[in-house]
């Protein structure tokens, strides 16, 4: 995230706290969690000012320990050996994309701190989305765009994964046909082959607009009417695109 949100969720608030508290301290602190899940953010807030660096620039981040007591070091895990670093009497705030904490962490780190999924954090979600979604509003100077449902989005890579599946809905909302049209164009340029594309392709027009019907007249007497097919030319149709 470019910005920081303030967490509603307990635990990242506990977190976010807790870091704080040894701001005045020489002591050293890990985050751990799944990538991208806001612990780089987080510890940038509360340290704005320390040092940064990667744990998988073996020589530079020797120098730095050598030359600074205080230190943030991003890919913690990527160190080939950590359990012989020395960080006494320094302040090091380091971050691991790990899930579970190696043993040896125990001796290197006073405070150990788990930062949560994004898929664990349902309070924080809103605000998220909301910000996400002014973000694609600016980049993609959209103007229509309306608020986009949660369950649609994408936690599986949390915020790079929620980002992107933000920025994906909300142009897809925009689209006007000629922009949907362009896109089949390049698709059928890329795709198009075999002997029989007609047929195998047909679904990419049709599979959408009957779903699209069903889905706003809820009746398939009604959308029969407005395809201005009959009953059982629609119902074969449905069949054979397995929609219920």
Do not use: C, W
């Not at 620039?57 to 320990?65: S, V």
């Not at 950590?82 to 006073?110: M, Q, S």
């Not at 994906?168 to 390049?186: F, T």
């Amino acid at each position: 995230m470019s910005d920081y949100l303030s967490s509603e969720n307990p635990v990242v608030r506990q977190i976010e706290e807790s870091l704080k508290l040894t701001r005045g301290l020489f002591i050293s602190s890990v985050i751990i969690g799944e990538p991208h899940s806001g612990k780089r953010t987080l510890v940038r807030r509360i340290f704005p000012h320390l040092p940064l660096v990667d744990g998988s620039e073996e020589r530079e981040l020797m120098q730095m320990l050598e030359r600074e007591q205080e230190l943030i070091i991003v890919n913690f895990e990527a160190i080939p050996s950590p359990e012989n670093l020395d960080l006494e009497g320094k302040r090091i705030v380091a971050i691991a994309d790990l899930e579970t904490v190696p043993e040896h962490y125990d001796r290197l780190f006073a405070f150990i701190y788990h930062m949560p999924p994004l898929r664990e954090r349902p309070e924080d979600l809103p605000a998220l989305r909301e910000h996400f979604l002014n973000e694609a509003r600016q980049t993609m100077q959209l103007t229509g765009t309306s608020d986009l449902n949660l369950k649609k989005l994408d936690l599986s890579s949390n915020f790079r994964s929620f980002r992107a599946s933000i920025f994906r809905e909300a142009l897809l909302q925009e689209l006007n046909a000629e922009e949907l049209e362009e896109g089949l164009l390049r698709y059928f340029i890329r795709t198009l082959e075999g002997n029989n594309a007609y047929r195998e392709n047909l679904g990419l027009l049709e599979r959408p607009l009957l779903k699209a019907g069903l889905r706003r007249y809820r009746s398939q007497l009604k959308l029969a009417e407005v395809l201005g097919i009959n009953r059982n030319t629609l119902r074969k149709k449905l069949h054979e695109y397995r929609i219920d």
